[in-house]
C-alpha cells in the first residue's frame, strides 16, 4: 500500500484527509513489490527505469491508450466507481462530455470526419468490465487539453492529494499528485506525484532528483516558477483539481 510504502519526510505528517475522499483512497492504492520495473502496454521494458520508486498494481491495458491524463482519468474513474458509478463522466477534446450511465445504458458514441456522433449500442450492466471499455473509448478522444478545461486551478501552495500538474496541448503532460505532508512547525509542504507516459506504461510514483535527498517526495515551494518532475518541467501555476 502507498502509504506504507512512503512514509513522509522527517518531521513531517501527512495532511489530514476526509474518510473516503480521492486523496484517502489514492493513499491506500496496491503496489507492485519493490524493484518492479515499469513496462510499457506491450510488456517491453519503459527506456527510463531510474527514475521511478514503485509501480502501481494497476493494468495497463493491450493498446497504446493510457498515457499521461488518461492515467489521471483511469485513478478519478476508479475512485468514483468504488463510491459513486454515476458520477463518472469526461469530456472529449472536442467537448462532449460522456456519462458511463449513459454509456452503459445505450447511449454510446462514433467519431466521424471529426464529428462526434450519438450512436445507439447495448445497454449493459454497469460492471468493471464494462466500465473499463467505456474507460478505452474515452482515452482514444480525450487527452491533456480536455482534462485541462474540465479541472480548476488552485494555488502550489494549496496542493492536496488528488490534484493535477497539468499542461494541456500536443504535447501536453500530467502527473497525478497521490500524497501530500507537512512539517507541522515550519508548514513546508511535500508532495507525492505519480504519472504514466508515452507510450502507454503503467503508473510509476516519481523519484525526485538524488541531490535532494528526499526520494519520491518532493518540496513544494510556492516562490519557485517550476516544477521539475523526471520526464517534464511544469509551471507553478499549472496545478488543477477536480
Known amino acids: 500500500m502507498l502509504a506504507k510504502r512512503f512514509v513522509p519526510p522527517p518531521g513531517c505528517q501527512r ?16 503496489l507492485l513489490p519493490t524493484g518492479t520495473p515499469v513496462r510499457l502496454h506491450n510488456g517491453q521494458l519503459k527506456d527510463l527505469q531510474n527514475i521511478h520508486a ?7 491495458g493491450t493498446r497504446d491508450l493510457q498515457q499521461c491524463a488518461d492515467a489521471v482519468i ?8 468504488t463510491h459513486n458509478l454515476n458520477q463518472i463522466h469526461f469530456h472529449l477534446t472536442s467537448g462532449h462530455d460522456i456519462w458511463f450511465s449513459d454509456w452503459s445504458n445505450g447511449k454510446g458514441f462514433l467519431v466521424r470526419n471529426e464529428e462526434v456522433v450519438s450512436v445507439k449500442k447495448a445497454v449493459e450492466q454497469p460492471t468493471h468490465a464494462v466500465f473499463r471499455r467505456y474507460l478505452d473509448q474515452i482515452f482514444d478522444y480525450a487527452g491533456t487539453l480536455s482534462l485541462s478545461r474540465e479541472l480548476q486551478a488552485v494555488p502550489l501552495a494549496d496542493v492536496q492529494p488528488g490534484d493535477v500538474l497539468l499542461r494541456g496541448g500536443s504535447p501536453g503532460h500530467a502527473v497525478l499528485v497521490l500524497d501530500v505532508a507537512e512539517h507541522p512547525s515550519t ?16 503508473v510509476h510514483v516519481l523519484l525526485n532528483h538524488p541531490r535532494t535527498g528526499l526520494g519520491a517526495w518532493y518540496a513544494v515551494d510556492p516562490a519557485s516558477l517550476e516544477v521539475r ?14
Open 74 to 81: 483511469r485513478l478519478r474513474a476508479e475512485y468514483q466507481f
Open 187 to 202: 508548514k513546508q509542504k511535500f508532495m507525492l506525484l505519480a504519472q504514466s507516459y508515452m507510450p502507454a506504461q503503467q
Open 229 to 242: 518532475t523526471p520526464e517534464w518541467i511544469f509551471a507553478a501555476t499549472e496545478l488543477r483539481r477536480f
Open 15 to 30: 495532511v489530514q484527509l476526509e474518510a473516503g475522499s480521492f486523496g484517502d483512497w489514492l493513499r491506500h492504492l496496491p
Open 54 to 60: 514503485a509501480v502501481l498494481d494497476l493494468d495497463v
